[in-house]
């Protein structure tokens, strides 16, 4: 079997896209094909793997995979992504799309240029704080300041869903820290019962934040979209920035702007095609 597929991402946040209408992976069989995939070694090199769906509520679903093989709920870059996919390939000639990712429909806007899309829009929605919908095991809402320790040091997360789990720290230098080391376990604290992406974030100023992200699943990425939404909405939080940020993650930059009067997080981020291939099953 031949499967045709494009690589892309937003910031580095990397992932392989697929045709889920033109090739047809078995359900089963698919946690095993993500990991190959995956794997940056011995497949194609990825964050994980989205497929792009017919959708009966929107213009079209994304089903998105960690590298690991596992489902995940939401991927900002990846939704920018999958815009660009389906207006570069000519499935769709609109520049204002409904995209449904794990039941949740996002409003995007694309921004064209010479024909191909530069850079998507998304409305993520609402930010979620109350814990039990995060989901956290803790007792007051929202949740800031919530100790948690881990390789005997203690860190304090202010947590936030994006339609996905997100716990932000606030630290003095980000450049420094072993995430490779201290990582997994955060994804794993057992506060957390669905794991959990964790940003590390400095302050800059009052409309700049210095990010670096370790992604349940998937591990160290070079940026996330929805991390960076979830950034933004601590920071306000914490009385930190400005409403409107700038986002510096390891692959670029994001903007983000938290309306708290419509208590909606708006994302804008490129989007960017690497190469497409074909994968012999």
């Given at each position: 079997?031949?499967?045709?597929?494009t690589k892309m991402h937003g910031?580095?946040?990397?992932?392989?896209?697929?045709?889920?209408?033109?090739?047809?992976?078995?359900?089963?069989?698919?946690?095993?094909?993500?990991?190959?995939?995956?794997?940056?070694?011995?497949?194609?090199?990825?964050?994980?793997?989205?497929?792009?769906?017919?959708?009966?509520?929107?213009?079209?679903?994304?089903?998105?995979?960690?590298?690991?093989?596992?489902?995940?709920?939401?991927?900002?870059?990846?939704?920018?992504?999958?815009?660009?996919?389906?207006?570069?390939?000519?499935?769709?000639?609109?520049?204002?799309?409904?995209?449904?990712?794990?039941?949740?429909?996002?409003?995007?806007?694309?921004?064209?240029?010479?024909?191909?899309?530069?850079?998507?829009?998304?409305?993520?929605?609402?930010?979620?704080?109350?814990?039990?919908?995060?989901?956290?095991?803790?007792?007051?809402?929202?949740?800031?300041?919530?100790?948690?320790?881990?390789?005997?040091?203690?860190?304090?997360?202010?947590?936030?869903?994006?339609?996905?789990?997100?716990?932000?720290?606030?630290?003095?230098?980000?450049?420094?820290?072993?995430?490779?080391?201290?990582?997994?376990?955060?994804?794993?604290?057992?506060?957390?019962?669905?794991?959990?992406?964790?940003?590390?974030?400095?302050?800059?100023?009052?409309h700049t934040v210095q990010m670096?992200?370790?992604?349940?699943?998937?591990?160290?990425?070079?940026?996330?979209?929805?991390?960076?939404?979830?950034?933004?909405?601590?920071?306000?939080?914490?009385?930190?920035?400005?409403?409107?940020?700038?986002?510096?993650?390891?692959?670029?930059?994001?903007?983000?702007?938290?309306?708290?009067?419509?208590?909606?997080?708006?994302?804008?981020?490129?989007?960017?095609?690497?190469?497409?291939?074909?994968?012999?099953?």
């Amino acid at each position: 079997m031949r499967v045709e597929f494009t690589k892309m991402h937003g910031c580095g946040n990397d992932y392989v896209y697929i045709d889920g209408s033109r090739f047809a992976i078995p359900e089963e069989e698919k946690p095993g094909f993500v990991r190959r995939v995956s794997d940056r070694h011995f497949g194609v090199g990825s964050d994980g793997v989205i497929f792009i769906n017919p959708s009966e509520r929107a213009d079209f679903e994304m089903e998105m995979w960690n590298a690991d093989g596992t489902r995940a709920e939401m991927c900002g870059n990846g939704i920018r992504c999958v815009a660009k996919y389906v207006y570069d390939k000519r499935l769709t000639d609109r520049i204002h799309l409904l995209i449904e990712s794990a039941g949740q429909i996002k409003s995007l806007t694309l921004i064209v240029a010479d024909g191909k899309v530069k850079e998507v829009g998304v409305d993520m929605g609402s930010p979620i704080l109350e814990p039990g919908r995060i989901p956290v095991l803790y007792d007051k809402t929202p949740v800031l300041g919530m100790p948690l320790t881990v390789l005997e040091k203690e860190y304090r997360a202010t947590c936030v869903s994006m339609g996905n789990p997100h716990a932000v720290i606030f630290v003095e230098d980000v450049d420094s820290l072993n995430l490779e080391a201290i990582g997994p376990y955060f994804e794993n604290y057992e506060a957390f019962p669905n794991r959990i992406n964790t940003e590390f974030v400095k302050v800059i100023d009052d409309h700049t934040v210095q990010m670096r992200v370790w992604e349940r699943g998937t591990g160290e990425t070079l940026a996330c979209g929805t991390g960076c939404c979830a950034t933004a909405v601590a920071c306000v939080l914490n009385n930190l920035t400005r409403l409107e940020i700038t986002v510096k993650v390891r692959g670029g930059e994001i903007k983000i702007n938290y309306d708290q009067k419509a208590d909606k997080v708006y994302m804008t981020g490129p989007a960017e095609t690497v190469f497409d291939g074909v994968l012999e099953l």
